[in-house]
């Protein structure tokens, strides 16, 4: 086994994508990022973290990382512990550290374990999450109102809610400004959609991270006062027809496993659970 750090994102990609899309759904994540480096799409103010290692010429684990989100990591199984090992060391030799882990729940605990060990550190779960996929929506009752594009005009409203969206995912502080430019970006990106009714706005869903053969639903944020009133099923549904009739095989999302509500929502629309992943704290 051999590890391997990259400056080459397009390089990289040529490198670990094959190996990634033999799960693209598990790997949507890693894969979205990939795909918006090379594709220009999305621009990341720190450079990317991008390392792999190889047996016989080929990946058999992969990190990556795009400051300051947390490093995902993905190997495989029978490769996994001795690849922790050699990752591991390497990143305490470099002195290199990782404040968040995200990926397959054996691994990332594998991986974290190892990690604190060596920098003598302690861990925290974040989030388990469950990865879902659909290819076709269920035929269900809509609510009353309409799926449309955020426009320009609406973006100190939609960063309100993203901020609101993190507290209350615990995905991390937002600043106003921070959510400005993000909400700014979907917007002029075309990716952010809302649910309006009356021509009100009451719930929103973003689509992301698009792969070879599928795309990524997330931002899923409905705001307290419209709650429960089956707008952000709607809109979820809407949202996910249209991406396949745009084209894609099929949509995926992550949900937090301690959210009833959302995940049998999910579920009633079409997705299908593949995966539980996990998100650790390092700290």
């Not at 103010?45 to 300051?68: A, C, H, N, Q, W």
């Not at 309409?146 to 960063?159: D, N, S, T, V």
């Not at 106003?176 to 009356?198: C, D, M, Q, S």
Request: net charge negative; aromatic share 10%; proline share 5%.
């Amino acid at each position: 086994m051999k590890l391997h750090y990259s400056n080459d994102p397009n390089e990289y990609f040529n490198i670990v994508a094959p190996y990634l899309e033999k799960d693209e759904v598990i790997n949507n994540l890693p894969l979205g990022i990939l795909y918006s480096i090379i594709n220009n799409t999305r621009i990341y103010d720190t450079k990317p973290f991008l390392s792999y290692i190889e047996e016989k010429g080929k990946p058999i684990f992969v990190m990556l990382r795009t400051p300051p989100h947390p490093l995902i990591i993905y190997g495989t199984e029978e490769h996994d512990q001795e690849a922790i090992d050699i990752a591991v060391n390497d990143l305490h030799m470099k002195g290199i550290s990782i404040p968040k882990v995200i990926g397959p729940i054996s691994l990332v605990e594998q991986f974290t374990e190892k990690y604190c060990e060596l920098f003598n550190q302690s861990l925290k779960v974040d989030m388990h999450q469950k990865i879902y996929k659909l290819t076709e929506v269920n035929s269900i009752k809509r609510s009353e109102g309409k799926l449309r594009l955020a426009k320009i005009g609406e973006k100190m409203l939609l960063a309100s809610w993203l901020q609101h969206f993190a507290e209350v995912t615990g995905t991390g502080e937002v600043t106003l400004e921070e959510a400005n430019k993000i909400v700014g970006e979907f917007i002029t990106n075309k990716t952010l959609y809302v649910w309006e009714v009356n021509e009100e706005i009451v719930s929103i869903a973003n689509k992301t991270r698009a792969t070879k053969n599928g795309i990524v639903i997330n931002f899923v944020y409905t705001p307290k006062h419209h709650s429960k009133k089956g707008f952000a099923t709607s809109c979820v549904t809407e949202l996910s027809q249209l991406l396949l009739n745009e084209g894609y095989s099929f949509c995926s999302l992550y949900t937090d496993l301690e959210n009833p509500t959302s995940n049998s929502i999910y579920v009633k629309i079409g997705y299908q659970p593949v995966a539980d992943s996990i998100v650790y704290s390092i700290s």
